[in-house]
């Protein structure tokens, strides 16, 4: 494995930024990527950036939209990992979609797994290890003969309309209990 090829951000001066402070460092930080990007492929339009990802996903390359969107929440929550891992992941794919037959590439596929060992000097990880809690409330509870499981608005709205889930564990139908104790450990 290689050294990392991106410098490794100073973890308590990330740990003393506000909000806009963290944004520009974001910035930053895919620059200096799409930058050490532009030696492999010189014609690599810089990407935009977003903060406005929400969910379990940390970071997403938006081809269509132009861009690099990120997880506000899991950024503030994890800032040093993500600076680390997150933002080279996705420029990872941002630049193989953009190479010769990179439309056809797997997304976690070879080109992209290369790109991270040999480009960024990382283990390709194809997910992340952060906590999910504070950015991916799930507010709606059902009950099996386990447990209790939180679903998603949406999920919950799929479920309204009359699609059924079952529990991992115990194999049964998952019933929708809107007074649940769970609710209240938030």
Same mark, same amino acid.
């Given at each position: ?74 950024y503030t929550e994890n800032r040093l990992d993500f600076l ?34 040999r480009l960024f000097g990382l283990a390709p990880r194809t ?32 479920? @309204?309309?009359?699609?059924r889930y079952r529990c991992r564990k115990c194999a049964q ?6 007074? @649940? ?6």
């Amino acid at each position: 494995m290689n050294r990392a090829a991106l410098p490794h951000p100073d973890p308590e001066a990330l740990a003393a930024l506000g909000r806009d402070e963290l944004a520009r460092v974001l910035d930053q930080r895919v620059e200096a990527a799409w930058e050490l990007c532009r030696e492999v492929h010189p014609d690599l339009p810089m990407p935009r950036v977003w903060l406005d990802l929400r969910g379990q996903c940390a970071g997403q390359a938006h081809f269509g939209r132009g861009g690099l969107r990120f997880n506000p929440v899991l950024y503030t929550e994890n800032r040093l990992d993500f600076l680390v891992e997150v933002v080279p992941h996705e420029m990872a794919h941002w630049l193989v979609h953009h190479l010769k037959d990179g439309r056809q590439a797997k997304p976690h596929g070879r080109e992209w797994q290369t790109v991270m060992r040999r480009l960024f000097g990382l283990a390709p990880r194809t997910t992340h290890r952060f906590d999910t809690g504070r950015a991916s409330p799930a507010p709606h509870r059902y009950v099996c003969g386990c447990g209790e499981h939180g679903f998603t608005p949406r999920r919950h709205a799929l479920a @309204s309309q009359g699609r059924r889930y079952r529990c991992r564990k115990c194999a049964q139908t998952l019933v929708y209990h809107p007074g @649940s104790a769970f609710e209240n450990v938030r």
